[in-house]
């Protein structure tokens, strides 16, 4: 069956995530307490069709671009950083599981604001049997696994003709066991937990070899040409990333505004923090910074979304930036929030000063091993001097 749905615009869709703000900032604290996002959250997020921004929309979808995605995911950020990641990743998989063949996508998308959670690390092995693949590995880092309905899980696929190769798998949740470890410094609200797969039976048509779902090479005809799904994996999932972490930067400069007055420099002359030239110098860096952000992030999402739309090839260099635009924003962002967090006096150390959990999710961002300003930098250059990429990730 084909679904229709009116499909609403890029300001309908940040305007929705704009009016959740008061919500999910209400629940930020609950999310690290409880490290998971709260059901209520979750239920805004689909209520305002966040979880249909990345499904097809022969299956009631959106097909938002990636300029939506990081305005959407911006807004979102403001309010909770956890809250914003969860979507973002949701997104990803999304995208993955679309490459899938056309059965695969009508069992998938069946379910309503369906989330797909899922990992490109291939911690798994998929031993090849008559009819499927027999999995059995663990997975980290899994954002969103708590309230997700399938993962798309990577494995390296064993036995049958050819050479071992990292395969992609769509897995309903209830077929994998949940390890609930996730006990971190940041971004303790998305419920990153692990997972377990054991002695379990995966058809073939659920399997898909890695490198066709990084090319973005779909294999069904119901996205085959559509432009939010004729780009590679790693610049999608670039630009599909970074809002969260402009959102961060906004929630620090909303969050020091609105403490500014009345606050003195203790031990200093100033009455008025907002009177010191410091604070001024501090605050227009800082702010400076949030805008080079968006900038990169905007040159990100306007390289993948005109591609897409041109249905054109990438060159090596134009994905090597993708990855550059990414390291650049989550470097960008951490400084400004940096600036905020060590303007915001010794008061802001107490957990219920929102800085410091802004601060604390920002650095684990910057941590994160596709997105980590280094490594990304470190690609980007190596590319520009003409060398051959190290990775498959690009």
Not at 39 to 67: C, H, N, W
Not at 69 to 85: M, N, P, Q, Y
Not at 191 to 209: E, H, K, M, N, Y
Not at 222 to 243: F, H, M, T
Request: glycine letters at 8%; one cysteine or more; hydrophobic letters at 40%.
């Amino acid at each position: 069956m084909v679904l229709t749905t009116e499909v609403p615009t890029r300001d309908q869709l940040v305007q929705r995530a704009s009016e959740l703000v008061p919500l999910l900032r209400g629940h930020a604290a609950w999310n690290e307490d409880n490290r998971r996002v709260h059901e209520e959250s979750i239920q805004a997020l689909a209520d305002a069709g966040v979880f249909k921004m990345r499904v097809p929309v022969r299956y009631g979808g959106y097909e938002s671009d990636t300029r939506t995605l990081i305005d959407v995911a911006t807004e979102l950020g403001r309010a909770d950083g956890s809250t914003s990641w969860v979507a973002s990743v949701y997104w990803i998989p999304t995208w993955m599981a679309s490459m899938f063949p056309e059965p695969v996508l009508d069992e998938v998308f069946s379910t309503p604001d369906v989330r797909i959670c899922g990992t490109l690390s291939p911690t798994g092995m998929a031993a090849k049997v008559d009819g499927g693949v027999i999995v059995n590995g663990k997975w980290g880092f899994i954002s969103g696994a708590l309230h997700a309905h399938y993962q798309v899980i990577v494995a390296i696929q064993i036995g049958g003709e050819g050479e071992p190769m990292p395969v992609a798998i769509v897995v309903p949740m209830s077929d994998l066991t949940i390890v609930d470890d996730w006990h971190t410094s940041g971004l303790k609200g998305t419920g990153s937990v692990t997972t377990i797969a054991q002695d379990l039976f995966i058809p073939d048509a659920r399997v898909l070899p890695l490198p066709l779902v990084l090319q973005g090479q779909a294999a069904s005809p119901a996205v085959q040409g559509r432009p939010i799904y004729s780009s590679p994996l790693l610049p999608v999932a670039s630009a599909s990333s970074v809002g969260t972490l402009i959102g961060l930067a906004k929630a620090a400069k909303d969050t020091f505004l609105e403490r500014l007055p009345g606050r003195k420099i203790t031990y200093t002359g100033y009455d008025s923090q907002a009177e010191a030239p410091l604070t001024h110098l501090q605050v227009a860096e800082a702010v400076n910074k949030i805008d080079q952000a968006e900038f990169h992030a905007h040159r990100l999402s306007g390289l993948v979304d005109s591609k897409g739309a041109q249905g054109a090839e990438w060159t090596i260099e134009e994905r090597a930036r993708a990855r550059g635009d990414m390291g650049a924003v989550v470097k960008l962002a951490k400084e400004a929030v940096d600036i905020f967090a060590s303007a915001s006096g010794g008061s802001s150390i107490y957990s219920i000063v929102p800085i410091q959990r802004i601060a604390r999710d920002t650095h684990a961002a910057n941590l994160h091993a596709l997105m980590h300003p280094n490594t990304n930098a470190e690609l980007y250059g190596r590319i520009l001097c003409g060398l051959e990429p190290n990775t498959l990730y690009i």
